[in-house]
């Protein structure tokens, strides 16, 4: 009979070694291992796919050339266009549309007011526009869920504030929706005006926190007529209730920004900056003052057009996981300033996701393709809000750097290059040609674009990720607007299990055999116990040979 002492050591040792079977065979515990592909639920991921198709196809029809309230709309063969409705009121005004094509939209009736045409040029000369401060994914009062969502890529919700267009109805897009409507979503929408133009911007603050809008590069007086601010800076913050209007009459054109200058480093990070594009003035000009989300130009201007078959919209933000979850932690807003502003250090901060136009890889393939033909021009705003340095990195083209901050460059000033450098804040135009000479384009394909710099390509540390986006050739698109032959990288990446660490790297395919795959991810608390169990059971076996040895001596 075993005494207590040896009860004790041997359920050491069985428990050492019941540690390293659940540790390294993930079928004990459903946990992480070394296991081979063929041991994955395929189930499982197909199930998962079905419930998140990489392309829902809600609005077919949107994709069509198409004329609205005699308006020209391009054609946008992606997979998720923009609501031709919208375009519509965004080039002629609110005031301008009937209520039929603007109750096909989520804009207020004040939204965007169109001026009269003063100088006979066939265009208005005046234009008002409304903005508000939307929270997306922020926490409710109501329960432990979050309201307005948007996703950024499968699964992933941080909490974000945008600039939105003024809308009517409900934040959400129904009832029983906690989903936010299409225009309240990142990134801030992209605004343009005509140069000449007299622009008055108001900020009706609906959020629970002071806010401002500074226009960043945009020629504006430092007061308006009336004596008050109008560079939107903190000391005349616009509170919560209020609204203000900054003035001016856009005398450059070019590519600017516009973003919060209340605690900057926090707001500007949460999502509060857009690009804000002075268009060159022409006849009959009638720019789109709203580009929502950023992405394809629909209705580019006659002074875009004279030079360009095409015009995109490429804003790069990125966010910090630990203050985007300020909002999801607390209702009270003095919880949230006081997180906020003074637990909230961003020196020891990270950034976490990577956006394009509001979206990371994978969601980035359904709104975000620059979508092209052979022997084309075409034009590319891009702006760097990131908090980090952006090198983006076309594959298969050189662009020429046209124009930096809203500044055209002479022609012996412009360079071509494959990589781009932009400091924070930072614009370029390109001018991308789609002509095969073996310098401007390789040829036709799928050709990727991303910030090489390594973090940019990564969703919370995971890759494929990031901003990653494609320059797609039209013919290799299927009828849904997403890219051919990448039915195994959808496979794996339109799910938020991948994004979860709770799916296998490689999970099929002819080699995935081959690639010795670590299986599902293992949380490191796990791992820990399991080593310390592993090493306590190493270290009873070996007391009980030091133990026992004696005696089997002495038996001897």
């Known amino acids: 009979m075993l005494s207590k002492r040896n009860t004790l050591l041997l359920a050491v040792i069985a428990a050492g070694l019941l540690a390293i079977v659940v540790f390294w065979y993930p079928d004990v515990t459903g946990q992480a291992g070394i296991t081979p592909p063929a ?3 395929k189930t499982a991921v197909n199930a998962e796919l079905s419930a998140q198709m990489p392309c829902p196809d809600l609005h077919p029809e949107w994709r069509q050339a198409q004329a609205v309230e005699g308006v020209t709309i391009a054609a946008a063969p992606q997979c998720q266009p923009d609501n031709p409705y919208e375009v519509a009121a965004a080039v002629k005004g609110t005031n301008n549309v009937s209520m039929a094509t603007l109750m096909q939209t989520d804009f207020a009736q004040d939204a965007l007011i169109m001026g009269d045409d003063k100088d006979n040029d066939g265009d208005p000369d005046s234009v008002h526009i ?3 401060v939307i929270e997306l994914n922020g926490s409710s009062p109501d329960g432990d869920f979050l309201m307005n969502t948007f996703d950024i890529a499968p699964g992933i919700q941080p909490g974000l504030w945008v600039y939105a267009p003024k809308s009517r ?60 601010d109008n560079d939107g800076m903190e000391e005349h913050a616009v509170y919560p209730g209020n609204s203000h209007t900054y003035e001016f009459t856009a005398r450059h054109a070019g590519a600017m920004l516009y973003h919060c200058h209340v605690q900057t480093a926090q707001h500007v990070m949460m999502g509060l900056a857009g690009l804000f594009i002075v268009e060159e003035n022409r006849p009959n000009n009638w720019p ?31 966010l910090d996981k630990r203050l985007s979850q300020i909002v999801q932690q607390a209702n009270d807003p003095r919880l949230v300033a006081e997180r906020m502003a003074r637990t909230y250090n961003i020196t020891e901060s990270f950034e976490n996701y990577f956006l394009l136009n509001g979206h990371a890889f994978p969601y980035t393939l359904r709104d975000s393709l620059v979508i092209v033909n052979g022997n084309e021009n075409i034009k590319l705003h891009v ?16 662009a020429v750097v046209a124009s930096m901050d809203g500044v055209s460059l002479d022609p012996g000033q412009q360079i071509t290059r494959d990589v781009f450098d932009l400091a924070p804040a930072q614009r370029l135009d390109l001018n991308l040609k789609t002509q095969n000479d073996g310098l401007h384009s390789y040829g036709p394909g799928l050709w990727m ?17 990031g901003n990653i986006g494609i320059l797609a050739y039209q013919p290799l698109l299927d009828e849904r607007g997403m890219p051919t032959m990448h039915d195994g990288l959808f496979a794996q990446v339109f799910s938020k299990d991948y994004y979860a660490k709770q799916q296998p790297v490689w999970q099929q ?16 608390f796990v791992r820990v116990i399991g080593f310390g169990l592993a090493s ?11 133990m026992y040895r004696p005696f089997a001596k002495r038996k001897d």
């Open 39 to 41: 041991t994955v639920n």
């Open 130 to 132: 409304k903005l508000e």
């Open 169 to 228: 109805g409900m934040g959400v897009k129904h009832l029983n929706s906690k989903v936010a409507s299409a225009i309240l979503r990142a990134p801030s929408p992209t605004i343009r005006v005509e140069q000449g133009d007299e622009v008055r911007v108001t900020l009706e603050n609906t959020h629970y926190l002071p806010h401002t809008i500074h226009l960043h590069g945009v020629d504006h007086p430092w007061m308006t007529a009336d004596g008050r």
């Open 288 to 318: 789109q003052v709203f580009n929502i989300g950023a992405g394809q130009v629909r209705h580019p201007s006659v002074a875009t057009r004279q030079h360009y078959h095409q015009e995109y919209d490429l804003f790069y933000q990125s």
């Open 383 to 398: 702006a760097n809000m990131q908090r980090s340095p952006l090198a983006l990195h076309i594959h298969g083209h050189k």
């Open 449 to 465: 674009f991303h910030d090489h710099t390594p973090t940019g390509t990564t969703t919370d540390g995971m890759e494929p990720g």
């Open 509 to 524: 395919g002819d080699f995935a055999h081959m690639l010795g795959d670590a299986g599902m991810l293992t949380p490191d």
């Open 536 to 546: 306590g059971g190493l270290i009873g076996i070996a007391v009980w040979i030091r």
